[in-house]
């Protein structure tokens, strides 16, 4: 349980760090803000916060700088490489000197490019794409850094942290080539770092939105995989949690409280409805009954000593305390899982009971239609 309480931590506090108020004045918490990056090696409970938005790959070239500060990022779309004429332009040259000269000026288009985005003032340079050795010389050369390769996902968050514009042609209007220094994002510090063999690139202090990197460690692969997915959903119940700001005791709790609830609102209707409702009465004790199955326990058993108290929470009025009454799955009995700190939030249950009918429903009406096609076919033999 220590990795859990370890990582429950780093969820809580990744998730207050993207705090934002939207334009109508909404408190949100932008989970996107958050990446998760995987490192092999050490155990779950080594895994971190760091505060800034880490790219899982280095710098393109060795000579370049570890760190910039301030930085001012411009994030690309395109490949910077010696540029290449486009297929099927034909060129008709007779002399070998001509050839040489157009050589030579697909080298310097890459070469003026280069040189509008450092005039701009960019001193860290994203692409999605490649850069070439020619073309890194440059950003050596100026004490730049550059990253190629970078992932069109990262690249849109990072443009969104630091206010940059993601640019995929230096092409304006009147033709001609251009890079506007308000096309930078911009950043307090870009600097590389290395989490076990790998090196990051990490973009701290960023302009718009907090950004944060949750690093996981863990033996292989899968054990990562695994974590990351566990992660996701922790992440967004947190988020829903501190969106929607109402929670209700988990363990199994609204479960058999509605199921109590519902059963005695069947027995106050007079038609066939009651039926109905004390069905779905019934097929809601389904939880608590799966969740004291998976733990080994005598589901009966604390199945029926859930609903005895939730009876009495919704019968005497001096037992309203025992509302919160949950399954306590490591002990094998029923406690006040408000004070035990077992708790969902309230939007989520709401959203599960209202699909899981849904779905129900669906299914219901599927099979009445297949039915239906059953019997005209028996009728036509």
């Known amino acids: 349980m220590g990795a859990y309480s370890a990582v429950a931590g780093l969820v809580v506090d990744a998730v207050q760090s993207v705090k934002m108020t939207n334009a109508r004045g909404e408190v ?15 155990s779950a409970r080594d895994s971190f916060l ?50 040489e000269k157009i050589r030579q000026r697909e080298a310097d288009m890459t070469k003026e490019r280069i040189e509008k985005l450092l005039k701009a003032g960019a001193n860290v340079v994203l692409t999605t794409k490649g850069i070439d050795d020619m073309a890194l010389k440059y950003f050596v050369e100026a004490g730049a850094i550059a990253v190629r390769r970078v992932r069109k996902e990262d690249m849109r968050h990072v443009a969104k942290a630091t206010g940059a514009t993601l640019v995929s042609t230096f092409a304006d209007m009147e033709g001609e080539e251009t890079f506007e220094p308000s096309f930078l994002g911009s950043a307090d510090e870009v600097v590389e770092e290395r989490i076990s063999d790998d090196a990051v690139i990490m973009i701290k202090g960023t302009k718009t939105t907090s950004a944060v990197s949750l690093i996981l460690r863990g033996a292989n692969d899968h054990m990562l995989d695994e974590m990351d997915r566990a992660l996701h959903d922790a992440l967004s119940i947190v988020k829903r949690t501190l969106e929607s700001n109402t929670v209700v005791a988990g363990g199994g709790a609204v479960e058999a409280a509605l199921s109590v609830y519902l059963e005695y609102l069947a027995t106050t209707l007079g038609s066939r409805e009651q039926l109905a409702i004390a069905e779905f009465a019934e097929s809601l004790l389904i939880i608590p009954k799966v969740l004291s199955v998976n733990a080994a326990k005598d589901a009966t058993e604390l199945v029926a000593k859930l609903r005895a108290y939730h009876h009495s929470a919704q019968t005497k009025a001096d037992k309203k305390h025992l509302s919160s009454m949950g399954l306590d799955l490591s002990e094998g009995k029923i406690r006040n899982n408000l004070e035990a700190g077992v708790i969902e939030p309230a939007m989520s249950k709401v959203k599960i009971i209202q699909f899981a009918t849904e779905a129900a429903i669906t299914i219901l009406r599927i099979d009445d239609m297949i039915k239906l096609v059953k019997e005209e076919s028996q009728n036509e033999d």
């Open 28 to 42: 949100k918490y932008p989970i996107k803000g958050i990446n998760i990056l995987k490192a092999h090696g050490k």
């Open 50 to 99: 760091m505060n800034g938005y880490a790219l899982n790959t280095g710098r393109a070239a060795q000579g370049m700088p570890l760190r910039v500060t301030p930085a001012k990022i411009a994030c690309l779309d395109f490949n910077l490489q010696k540029t290449k004429m486009q297929l099927g332009v034909q060129v008709l040259v007779t002399d070998p000197r001509e050839l």
